[in-house]
């Protein structure tokens, strides 16, 4: 079975842009969690979505959005970025509530 | 609120010399405690669900041990393979997990 898959593995944006990253989830997962992984903070949860629904959100400003589409995948949007917005974005599968998270090896943003 | 705290924040053994890491929470109602071991450059891998104190579970060299406050990761006779760091979770919500900061642990030939 096919891993969690993200893309794009690397982006350099600069200040004020905005960024899409996009994950497939693991075939027959709905469920598909985004976390922001920095050295200072650790991973922290952003959002949750399943069946094209978001049902949890993490305590992050609302330049942080995401989505998901019918077939389970996702993406996530970071509008008008700042420095402190560099980071590693995983994202992850689950096959039920609560059941292990599956994740990718993320994307790298590097905000100049 | 939801505490999770992992100690020490870096070891460093030598091949074959046991230790074990460390996992303190407070939560209110535990509905599962979960250890993920990181490489380098990429995503969290699942190792161990833990859902009630005494529950033990093992995979190779880690075993995992649960009480009432805290969790233990248990590596016996460690390889250099074995360095990663190593993160444990506790579930805030709908497929939200609450993560320590890790322990970074650093096998010698």
């Known amino acids: 079975k096919a891993g969690v898959t993200q893309t794009p593995r690397y982006l350099i944006k600069t200040r004020g842009q905005q960024v899409t990253l996009s994950c497939s989830p693991i075939s027959g997962h709905r469920s598909v969690s985004w976390y922001q992984q920095t050295p200072g903070q650790g991973l922290q949860f952003l959002f949750e979505?399943?069946?094209?629904?978001?049902?949890n959100k993490g305590n992050f400003p609302g330049r942080f959005s995401g989505r998901q589409f019918s077939n389970s995948r996702s993406e996530m949007n970071v509008s008008t970025l700042e420095l402190g917005d560099s980071a590693l974005y995983l994202c992850a599968s689950s096959a039920s509530l609560n059941s292990p998270l599956h994740f990718g090896n993320g994307t790298r943003l590097t905000v100049t | 609120e939801d505490q999770v705290t992992q100690s020490p924040e870096a070891l460093r053994l030598q091949e074959g010399e046991s230790s074990s890491l460390n996992c303190s929470y407070t939560v209110s109602g535990l509905r599962g405690l979960f250890w993920y071991r990181q490489d380098p450059g990429k995503g969290p891998e699942f190792l161990f669900t833990l859902y009630s104190a005494g529950e033990e579970k093992e995979k190779e060299r880690l075993k995992a041990t649960l009480t009432k406050k805290e969790s233990f990761l248990h590596i016996t006779a460690p390889k250099p393979e074995d360095s990663a760091t190593y993160l444990c979770?506790?579930?805030?919500?709908?497929?939200?997990?609450?993560f320590g900061t890790g322990t970074r642990l650093t096998v010698i030939p």
């Open positions: 979770a506790v579930p805030a919500g709908a497929n939200n997990l609450f």
């Open positions: 979505y399943f069946s094209e629904t978001q049902r």
